[in-house]
Nanobody
Framework: QVQVVESGGGLVQPGGSLRLSCAASGIIFSINAMGWYRRAPGKQRELVAVVASGGTTNYADSVKGRFTISRDNAETTVYLQMNSLEPGDTAVYYC?????????????WGQGTQVTVSS
């Protein structure tokens, strides 16, 4: 059984910080990438940050310089450090794991964690 579980969301003032965590278990194929997506009210889901197995990272333009994605050595946990938070960052944040190859390639999603930035 595959489990992807996020934690760390909450309510924070503008300019504050949060760190999201995502713990993955039960994935039997090699992991290609781990990332974070978000869905804000009335908007489509968008990529926030991704880290590939080789360690390269990519960020949405809106979060560059403010957010940092990282993972543990075993690639069982991925983090998103969010600094200088803005009201526009308010969204449900989802963890995504890209694993496997060819016909066995799968994307696994967490249940989401709410981040609200408001004064």
């Amino acid at each position: 059984q595959v489990q992807v579980v996020e934690s760390g969301g909450g309510l924070v003032q503008p300019g504050g910080s949060l760190r999201l965590s995502c713990a993955a278990s039960g994935i039997i194929f090699s992991i290609n990438a781990m990332g974070w997506y978000r869905r804000a009210p009335g908007k489509q889901r968008e990529l926030v940050a991704v880290v590939a197995s080789g360690g390269t990272t990519n960020y949405a333009d809106s979060v560059k310089g403010r957010f940092t994605i990282s993972r543990d050595n075993a690639e069982t946990t991925v983090y998103l450090q969010m600094n200088s938070l803005e009201p526009g960052d308010t969204a449900v944040y989802y963890c995504n794991i890209d694993a496997g190859r060819g016909a066995f390639r799968m994307n696994y999603w967490g249940q989401g964690t709410q981040v609200t930035v408001s004064s």
